[in-house]
T-cell receptor, first 115, second 112 residues
Framework: NAGVMQNPRHLVRRRGQEARLRCSPMKGHSHVYWYRQLPEEGLKFMVYLQKENIIDESGMPKERFSAEFPKEGPSILRIQQVVRGDSAAYFC?????????????FGPGTRLTVT | QQQVKQSPQSLIVQKGGISIINCAYENTAFDYFPWYQQFPGKGPALLIAIRPDVSEKKEGRFTISFNKSAKQFSLHIMDSQPGDSATYFCAASSSGNTPLVFGKGTRLSVIA
């Protein structure tokens, strides 16, 4: 059973470009969370999605950031017009069933560098 | 406002010693407390977790101690090994539609 998959693992973008980060949850998992980790910091929640629904986006900046989890395919975190402050590691996690252990399994992350 | 406070920020332990990392939380609605281990360049890996209905949980060399009245919980790593050198994060969440709230992490170095 493959774990959570994220791609790309490393992404370099110039200021003003768009970044698209992809996350495929573990098989059988229908809940996806995105977190951001700045250097020497803990992980900060951004958004929680189920298939075709955004459940909680309270941690996501109101502008330039969006997320989706379509019926088919991976979850995508999209950052438009990137700025240097967006440079960070972005992790997604998946969980099987709401309220059942609440265990979240993390992917290897995408390290975004904005030049 | 940081809801989960973790200490120490860094820790150096001799091989074979006990590593202790502490966390304190504020939100009394939290009822799930996992610990994650993260190696450089990797994603966090779930290590062990506890719910408030027990005061201690042990899995191999890893033990969580939980004090509900003090709103504190800690990770003990017995017989620490160089391979345990990593960053450890405590986290908390509540039942239902809530994400994990993480501490800032503890960088553990186990030296021979």
């Amino acid at each position: 059973n493959a774990g959570v998959m994220q791609n790309p693992r490393h992404l370099v973008r110039r200021r003003g470009q768009e970044a698209r980060l992809r996350c495929s949850p573990m098989k059988g998992h229908s809940h996806v969370y995105w977190y951001r980790q700045l250097p020497e910091e803990g992980l900060k929640f951004m958004v929680y999605l189920q298939k075709e629904n955004i459940i909680d986006e309270s941690g996501m900046p109101k502008e330039r950031f969006s997320a989706e989890f379509p019926k088919e395919g991976p979850s995508i975190l999209r950052i438009q017009q990137v700025v240097r402050g967006d440079s960070a590691a972005y992790f997604c996690a998946s969980s099987p069933t709401l309220g059942q252990g609440l265990q979240q399994y993390f992917g290897p992350g995408t390290r975004l560098t904005v030049t | 406002q940081q809801q989960v406070k973790q200490s120490p920020q860094s820790l150096i332990v001799q091989k074979g010693g006990i590593s202790i990392i502490n966390c304190a939380y504020e939100n009394t609605a939290f009822d799930y407390f996992p610990w994650y281990q993260q190696f450089p360049g990797k994603g966090p890996a779930l290590l062990i977790a506890i719910r408030p209905d027990v005061s201690e949980k042990k899995e191999g060399r890893f033990t969580i101690s939980f004090n509900k009245s003090a709103k504190q919980f800690s990770l003990h790593i017995m017989d620490s090994q160089p391979g345990d050198s990593a960053t450890y994060f405590c986290a908390a969440s509540s039942s239902g539609n809530t994400p994990l709230v993480f501490g800032k992490g503890t960088r553990l170095s186990v030296i021979a």
